[in-house]
């Protein structure tokens, strides 16, 4: 089993619907938590960088971090076209660089 | 303010062969990462460096190997090839000496190994 598992998809919304991803993991140890886009041919964007638990909004995107529960999700309000890509949730423990990353979930937003 | 960048964008080689792929951070970021990007395993951590020095390494064998240099830019190498190198290698920088700063990804060099 992966240490943090997140559901592939492909996700697919209509325009302006309220996306919900999520991540779930395993190590205790991770203190910061970290959403990533991956547009095709292009490396990850970060998007959302949260420490501990509790949530962050930044326009239209909500991170929220459940430590109890080692439970993430990314919110993403009135969804576009141009969101469309692969989600990467992305952990670490506390000091450490290196990031332990879920698989992806790829996100289609339609017109 | 640039960003990562990585070079060559693309590379095709050999089994046996060696590559080296090349990093420039982000101005100020004196931290580089390097991870592989591959469709099976996702995103894996290779190797950390600041001051020219090795920090951090993940699980890859000993013919995937880095390097830093005094001006932060750094370099990776992979020599005896398989076909299963055959990724996207992604570079990223971060300012080193914050608790845990994020990292900014490059838009990573794809090899395939032929």
């Known amino acids: 089993q992966k240490e943090v598992e997140q559901d592939p998809g492909p996700l697919s919304v209509p325009e302006g619907a309220i996306v919900s991803l999520n991540c779930t993991y395993s190590?205790?140890?991770?203190?910061?938590f970290m959403w990533y886009r991956q547009y095709s041919r292009k490396g990850p964007e970060l998007l959302m960088y949260t420490y501990s638990s509790g949530n962050k909004e930044d326009g239209r995107f909500t991170a929220q971090v459940d430590k109890s529960s080692k439970y993430i999700s990314l919110f993403i309000r009135d969804s576009q076209p141009s969101d469309s890509a692969t989600y990467l949730c992305?952990?670490?423990?506390?000091?450490?660089?290196?990031?332990?990353f879920g698989g992806g979930t790829r996100l289609m937003v339609k017109p | 303010k640039a960003g990562v960048t990585q070079t060559p964008r693309y590379l095709i080689k050999t089994r046996g062969q060696q590559v080296t792929l090349s990093c420039s951070p982000i101005?100020?970021?004196?931290?580089v990462s390097w991870y592989q990007q591959t469709p099976g395993q996702g995103l894996q951590f290779l190797f950390e460096y600041f001051s020219e020095t090795q920090r951090n390494k993940g699980n890859f064998p000993g013919r995937f190997s880095g390097r830093q240099f005094s001006n932060s830019r750094s370099e990776m190498n992979v020599s005896t090839l398989e076909l299963g190198d055959s990724a996207l290698y992604l570079c990223?920088?971060?300012?080193?000496?914050?608790?845990?700063?994020?990292?900014?990804f490059g838009n990573g060099t794809r090899l395939t190994v032929t």
């Open positions: 990223a920088s971060r300012v080193f000496g914050r608790d845990n700063s994020p990292l900014h």
């Open positions: 190590n205790s140890a991770f203190q910061y």
């Open positions: 101005s100020g970021h004196r931290s």
């Open positions: 992305a952990m670490s423990a506390s000091r450490g660089n290196m990031l332990t």
